[in-house]
């Protein structure tokens, strides 16, 4: 029979415990414990394993529940990372209030940094693309078909543990703070990939709008700024949030409804029809 149960407060009585060696202060601390397999006759055989917290989506409208989930055991190239810092994106919360739906139970969060025994610090890519197929050889990672995704296909960075594909898809952090460097995993890539395509149309004098300075608009003002010579113009109904725009280097910031300038290049980072709409009427004659 299984028996589960904490560890002795006075650490490992086994004598044969292997998973402690590399950080037994953290293992008595709070979160491991121990598990022995005790067969029906004969010399009891203690195999010991190692749990692991994990906030689990069940079900939508339904607040994440605290599992303990049996360490994960890396296989092949799989890696797994240590997680430090995992960011909360609308995705996120429009998967818990079920306004997207994805297969559950599932460990949400795809904005994922943390450590990597071999490696270090690493922020994880979330597109867990095949590197073979038509759009993987044309750098369109993101729209293969066999691309598993961290916190919606299989389970992602609200936990302590995520188990990584490949080493591939990790990128040292070097000096960056894990905490603030999560984001830029999904926030901060989105629009970086989306400046840079528009970058032709960027020359000195254009103009650049920015349609929402929410997480992603925020990113792309900052891109904005530092690659191009365009007038960088962010637009939200929030004031907090245009104020945030100019202090990120944006040149101005208006509402909605203000008069708004035409624009070489319009981001739209909200995505909704009233702005797909307006991006429309507000990008210049052959612009982006
Ligand atoms: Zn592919």
Redesign the pocket.
């Known amino acids: 029979m299984y028996h589960v149960s904490p560890l002795p407060s006075g650490g490992c009585r086994q004598g044969d415990c292997g998973v402690v060696g590399a950080d037994f202060a953290s293992f008595i601390a709070s979160r491991w414990w121990i598990a022995s397999l005790r067969p029906a006759a004969g010399r009891p055989r203690r195999v010991v394993w190692a749990l692991m917290r994990a906030a689990v989506l069940r079900s939508p409208g339904e607040p994440l529940v605290l599992e303990d989930r049996r360490d994960l055991q890396p296989v092949g190239a799989q890696r797994v990372v240590r997680v430090l810092a995992a960011g909360v994106c609308h995705s996120d919360l429009h998967m818990i209030d079920g306004a997207i739906g994805g297969p559950l139970s599932r460990v949400l969060g795809h904005e994922i940094a943390g450590h990597v025994e071999g490696i270090g610090e690493v922020l994880v890519y979330p597109c867990w ?5 038509e ?2 050889r044309r750098g369109l ?1 993101q729209l ?4 598993a995704s961290p916190g919606w296909t299989v389970d992602g960075g609200f936990a302590e543990q995520v188990l990584v594909p490949h080493p591939r898809f990790l990128l040292p952090l070097g000096d960056l703070d894990p905490v603030r460097a999560a984001p830029l995993a999904d926030a901060g890539v989105t629009p970086y990939r989306a400046v840079r395509r528009a970058l032709p149309w960027l020359t000195a004098g254009a103009t650049a709008l920015v349609i929402g300075a929410g997480g992603l608009g925020q990113f792309a003002i900052q891109y904005l700024r530092l690659l191009s010579a365009a007038t960088v113009v962010a637009v939200d109904p929030s004031e907090p949030k245009r104020r945030r725009a100019l202090s990120l280097g944006a040149h101005d910031a208006a509402a909605p409804g203000d008069d708004l300038p035409t624009a070489a290049a319009v981001f739209d980072l909200v995505g909704s029809d009233a702005t797909l709409r307006q991006a429309v009427k507000l990008v210049r004659p052959a612009g982006l």
């Open positions: 693309a095949d590197g073979t197929c759009y993987c990672e293969c078909p066999a691309a």
